[in-house]
Structures are given as structure tokens and as C-alpha cells.
């Protein structure tokens, strides 16, 4: 797991619960590290651990904790890679285009990085399907990142989940669905 990946958990936590919370993790997840390096690398069992203990402590599940802290890596996401993204691109032209654009950038930026590999293909107008394979099962980190994004754009999404590794299917589908305004 990419420090940088680790350093916006501890910002998600620290931001959402204080700084006393992240130290109650670190101790309770076991990891030791109170800051991690955005340069380094580290076990994908410390983000792991702490995604656990967090939900512990937050009293919701790992996937309500996972898809919280996706939706919060949007405005950094965009600020770091925003200028990959055509200015009239919205949520679904965004997310089909991820792979293509954001996730080859940090490949080409650093050889030792491992998003997950996104397929995504557009089923219509309004919908994109997302075939989500990553060994580290962060599937609700995706689902809130489209959520995320939707919100940046001022559009409202459906998110559903055909097939998921964590119900025991080998890959993910996440399909996301633009809604008219409300």
C-alpha cells in the first residue's frame, strides 16, 4: 500500500474524529506508525488493520467506513490528477475514462503502484459498468469515489453491485447510473 494511500486515511480519520482517534488506531490496528511516509511503501495489512479499527470505533461496517473515505479522496483526486480530465467531462465520462487517464499516471509516476484495474464501458447515456479487479478488495473505496464525484459534479448516482469479491464472486461489477435531478 502506497504511503499516500495511508496518509489520506489518517487525514479522513483525523478530520472526521481528531487526531486522538488516528493514535487509537495505530494502537489498535497494530501497525506502530503514527505517520507514514507519502513516498514509502507498506503492507497492504496495515491499511487493512486500520480500516478495521476504524470501523470498530465508528460502529459500522469495514465497506460503510471504505466507501466514507473514497468519497472523501475525490477533491484530492482532482486537485492531483484534475488537469488529465477534459473540463467537459462529468461523473460517468470520468469514471469510464479513469483507467486511461488517472490510474496510467500514477503507474508511469511510480512503477511500484497498484490501483486496482478498472474495465469500464458505458451500457448507455446514463450508466457505466465497472469491472473492478485488485487483490486488496477495495471495492467500497470505488463505489465511493463515483459517489464522490457525483457530488463534485452536482449529479445524483445509483450504485449498485452486480457481483462482489466480498460476497465471494472473483471480481467486482459496480455499475453506477446517472439520475435525473432531484
Not at 9 to 27: C, D, H, M
Not at 43 to 66: I, K, N, Q, T, W
Request: proline residues 7%.
Amino acid at each position: 500500500m502506497h504511503g499516500v494511500l495511508l496518509n489520506q486515511f489518517r487525514q479522513f480519520i483525523v478530520e472526521g474524529s481528531g487526531r486522538e482517534a488516528w493514535l487509537e488506531l495505530t494502537l489498535a490496528a497494530g501497525t506502530g506508525a503514527d505517520a507514514y511516509q507519502i513516498s514509502g511503501t507498506y503492507p497492504d495489512e496495515h491499511f487493512a488493520a486500520l480500516a478495521a479499527a476504524a470501523a470498530r470505533r465508528l460502529g459500522e461496517s469495514e465497506a460503510v467506513v471504505l466507501a466514507a473515505f473514497g468519497r472523501f479522496l475525490v477533491p484530492t483526486l482532482l486537485r492531483v490528477y484534475g488537469s488529465l480530465l477534459d473540463p467537459s467531462w462529468r461523473t460517468l465520462d470520468v469514471i469510464a475514462r479513469t483507467e486511461e487517464t488517472v490510474h496510467r499516471a500514477v503507474r508511469l509516476r511510480d512503477p511500484t503502484a497498484s490501483p486496482p484495474v478498472l474495465a469500464a464501458r458505458r451500457e448507455g447515456d446514463d450508466v457505466v459498468l465497472i469491472d473492478y479487479a485488485s487483490p486488496r478488495r477495495l471495492c467500497p473505496v470505488a463505489e465511493g469515489i463515483a459517489r464522490g464525484l457525483a457530488e463534485h459534479f452536482g449529479e445524483r448516482v445509483e450504485v449498485t453491485q452486480p457481483a462482489c469479491m466480498l460476497r465471494g464472486d472473483p471480481r467486482c461489477a459496480i455499475r453506477v447510473r446517472t439520475l435525473p435531478p432531484a
